[in-house]
């Protein structure tokens, strides 16, 4: 499945981008992300974590590992990929996403989210438009955390 998000945050991109390269501040922006640890076994910029979401009636703690695979200043664009599973619905997730900023004046950036998600196991019962109506909350989460993060 792929997704795309868009928000527009009163950041100026600068800012903005300092943010989201420090993963451990970006991650507290994430609802439901928690226990992030950095990983240092040569592989890269590795972190391991999970997040507790919700999809319909069904409570997840997905676990697993987050890479950074490009953190592109001159192009303003960040790619990680990320892998994780829920051992108790029996089921894992495999994320890639581009996250790409957008100056739209002086102190407001255009955040665009293009997401790959492939669902494995019980995970894959879930269907597209309840997969999408999620990632929508999330986004739209994470912008309202972020910009609180900024302020006014």
């Known amino acids: 499945m792929n997704f795309e998000q868009r928000c527009r945050l009163a950041v100026a991109r600068d800012q903005l981008w300092d943010f989201l390269t420090n993963v451990p501040d970006m991650a507290g922006c994430v609802p439901g992300a928690d226990q992030l640890t950095a990983k240092h076994d040569g592989a890269g910029e590795q972190y391991t974590g999970q997040l507790r979401v919700k999809v319909g009636p069904i409570g997840l703690r997905l676990q697993g590992v987050m890479t950074v695979r490009e953190k592109n200043r001159h192009a303003w664009r960040i790619v990680s990929q990320a892998e994780a599973r829920d051992r108790r619905v029996g089921g894992g997730v495999f994320l890639t996403v581009r996250m790409t900023l957008d100056e739209t ?17 019980k995970l894959g019962e879930f269907g597209q438009a309840v997969i999408r109506r999620k990632a929508d909350r999330l986004v739209a989460e994470f912008a309202r955390n972020v910009t609180a993060r900024f302020g006014p």
């Open 105 to 121: 004046d002086s102190d407001a950036t255009e955040l665009r989210i293009v997401s790959e998600v492939r669902l494995m196991g």
